[in-house]
């Protein structure tokens, strides 16, 4: 039975965003608190608070590990061939796939012309990617979005609120190495992971992490907000819903991981990482209208891609 909820977990989700559509999350205007690296004018500022003669070690972008840097210009909506083949094919094929064969260069990848790159890996119908391009008017923002499911890339492609000139939305499962992200290794500022490293298996999310880090600039993060364990979901699941230790069956056949922060730093690190938040964040919810009192557990993480070192190089991530 684990072995369906694996090999079918695609059509799980898909029936989940078919059922629900975008009623079911909220958008989650709690972001620009929790991570305010996502704020506007994080793109002259997010390197801050590193010292100064660190701060012109992050290069823009390159076109592989050992590749040249890419020229930056000042974010426009591209009009060249490959991006407007990307952005209208049919959203049950893999748009990543038209990328794969290629070296993936500066003119030639969605976003290429921006200086502050956004990923959000599981963004669902869009409750993270619509508040931020809603509140971030960064004329050099530009915004990537990823879901397992065909139905969520699909109802945010057809949300109102979606501007192909600021957001690249594709169907990817961050757990398939045969799949490439249509982003350059080092061409990211910030990739999010909010409610979805849970959702994978296990054994597959430390080759997960070390693949998403490699996408990351030099000085760049990865944020994350997920189920920590004891978290009043994790208590309320059935004994035959335990499919291995604090990893659990939803009803409808989606499935959940339950973290410690030790866990989490583990994978974080391992990628070549530093951390720079992981804390605990214990909840007590109150649902007025059902008369439940419940106790909430999320883990919040922040952890950096080193800078430059003196060689010029950054250690790579561990290889997928």
Same mark, same amino acid.
């Given at each position: ?6 090999? =079918?977990?695609?059509?799980?989700? =898909? ?8 009623? @079911? ?6 972001? %620009?608190? +929790? %991570? ?8 002259? /500022? ?8 660190? *701060? ?9 590990? /050992? ?18 083949? $990307? ?6 094929? =893999?748009?990543?796939?038209? %990328? ?22 599981? &963004? ?20 990537? &979005?990823?879901? @397992? ?11 109102? $609120? ?14 398939? +190495? ?16 909010? %409610?979805?490293?849970? !959702?994978?298996?296990? #054994? ?5 992490? =070390? ?21 009043? !979901? ?20 989606? *499935? ?5 922060? #030790? ?17 605990? /964040? ?18 919040? &993480? ?16 561990? /290889?997928?």
């Amino acid at each position: 039975m684990p072995v369906d909820y694996e090999i =079918n977990a695609h059509k799980y989700w =898909n029936d989940f965003y078919k059922i629900h559509e975008n009623g @079911f999350f909220k958008d989650r205007h709690w972001l %620009f608190t +929790e %991570f305010p690296e996502l704020a506007p004018g994080q793109s002259q /500022d997010h390197l801050e608070d590193l010292p100064s003669d660190k *701060r012109s070690e992050a290069p823009e972008c390159r076109t592989s590990e /050992d590749g040249p840097g890419l020229k930056i210009e000042q974010h426009k909506c591209s009009s060249n061939s490959l991006e407007r083949e $990307a952005q209208t094919a049919p959203v049950g094929e =893999n748009v990543t796939q038209k %990328f794969s064969h290629l070296e993936i260069c500066a003119d030639e990848f969605p976003g290429s012309s921006a200086t502050y790159r956004i990923l959000e890996v599981g &963004c669902g119908v869009g409750n993270t990617v619509f508040p931020i391009l809603q509140t971030n008017n960064d004329p050099g923002l530009f915004v990537y &979005c990823c879901d @397992f499911s065909s139905t969520a890339i699909e109802l945010v492609q057809t949300n109102s $609120a979606y501007d192909p000139c600021r957001c690249f939305a594709f169907v990817h499962d961050l757990c398939d +190495e045969d799949q490439s992200y249509p982003v350059p290794t080092s061409s990211l500022d910030i990739i999010i992971l909010i %409610f979805v490293l849970s !959702a994978v298996v296990p #054994d597959k999310m430390q080759k997960a992490i =070390n693949r998403l880090s490699r996408l990351l600039k030099p000085g760049g993060m990865m944020l994350l907000r997920d189920y920590g364990r004891h978290d009043m !979901a994790q208590l309320r699941f059935k004994k035959g819903q335990c499919l291995s230790e604090n990893f659990y069956v939803r009803g409808d056949g989606t *499935r959940v991981y339950f973290f410690t922060q #030790d866990e989490l730093d583990t994978l974080f690190t391992t990628a070549g990482l530093e951390k720079v938040q992981n804390l605990v /964040d214990r909840r007590l919810q109150v649902n007025r209208g059902k008369q439940l009192t419940m106790y909430r557990v999320w883990i919040q &993480c922040k952890y950096r891609k080193p800078l430059l070192s003196s060689a010029g190089s950054v250690a790579p991530a561990p /290889d997928a």
